[in-house]
């Protein structure tokens, strides 16, 4: 294998972005140079993180920042006068931070063998630098770009620029990588591309019995359902929360995580309705995550179908259940539903309302134990065989071996 400089373009910070901080985490240990430009709001200066070249730029002109609230979202009531003028500024605020730190992009960055663009805009910045430079071109894809928050709600007239875009770069990359087989087959449908499916899987880690949760909140032997992650609008956390008065009394109910819903349910929590019955943490670092994660004796998945992201994907936490061996209930959509068939790990019920919601809580919990100690083992035996990166990143080392031997060291083409 011949070494590879590698640079990945990321629109977005890289110290929460569990997948590229795997994915360099991986090529580095291969022997390969790996640089990472990430957008930042303020300066600062370059820095290593598991073994890679941090390269933060910072856009000369930043109209909007990635995260800020989009009107497109409709989370403030306005006029419609007032909100297609908000929206107005707000592409034009994104569009033009964008434009400068790809100008920045192009400006700082040194050549490279390989350009490895994460989503569309990270795409497009390393198209422009292949164009450059020469060298390969990878297309990252973790999710349908186009289908998830503010890019589904914009014009007609502008998503279909940004499709055009998004087709032309990806048909000019070398190798494809997304994230589940359905997304793939949506990509491949759209854009005439074969993607290589890599699953965000978290690496293999000890098998735990007990965790800090229980001992954090003094929940003694009561039963504990846990969602983890984005406390946000559309990921069935209002229907969580609305089933606490439909389980039974000694269910304990914890979201751990950030997000818009986390400072209203915590006031909620104190509540005589839900006080006792529903807890709010903050949330935890990635490494410490399964030691909360293994307490609970059912994890929630309920995205509802507000995007095609929503209803095609593969949520990190499916996978951290798993490798917690923490049975789950998710939302009936095509791949949670085939995961947790597959593995025997969960059951995939309606999560539309707190009613149904609360119904697929309750068949689980009331399952005998011995079915309930079978689904645990069977979800921590997926992810030591299938679910976990050591085996999903097999994918990434193969496309990057091929690209090796074209673009590596004393072996490098252009295109």
Known sequence: MRPLRITM??????????????????????????TVATLYGTSRAPFELDGARIVPLRPAHRGLLPGT???????????????????????AGYATTFYYWRRAALRQLPPADVWHGHDLFGLLAARDLQRRHGGGLVHDSHELFLEANSAARLPTPARKLLFRMERGASRKADAVITVNESIAEELSRRYGVRPVVVMNCPPLGPARKTGRLRDHLDLGSRPVVLFHGGL?????????????????????????????????????????????RLFVLPAVSVADLPNWVCDADLGVIAFQPVDRNN???????????????????????????RLVVVTGAGIARDTSTAASLAAGIRELLDEPK?????????????????????????????IYDRLSERYGTNGSSTR
């Open 9 to 34: 373009l990321l629109y977005g910070e890289i110290e929460h972005d569990s997948r590229v901080r795997r994915e360099m985490r991986t090529l580095v240990e291969l022997g390969h140079e790996v």
């Open 69 to 91: 609230e989009s009107p497109f979202l409709g989370h403030r009531k306005m006029s419609r006068m007032n909100r297609l003028a908000a929206r107005g500024r707000w592409a």
């Open 232 to 276: 946000n609008s559309g990921r069935g956390i209002e229907q969580l929360v609305d089933s606490v008065p439909l389980l039974d009394a000694e269910v304990a109910v914890v979201l751990l995580g950030y997000g818009d819903l986390a400072e209203p349910y915590s006031a909620l929590s104190t509540q005589e309705s839900h006080r006792g």
């Open 311 to 337: 209803v095609l994907g593969t949520p990190n936490k499916l996978f951290e259940y798993l490798e917690a061996g923490v049975p789950m209930v998710v939302s009936d959509f095509p791949e949670m539903r």
């Open 370 to 398: 011995s079915a309930h100690r079978s689904r645990k083992l069977r979800a921590r035996r997926a992810a030591e065989a299938t679910y976990n990166w050591g085996m999903q990143s097999k994918g990434l080392v193969e």
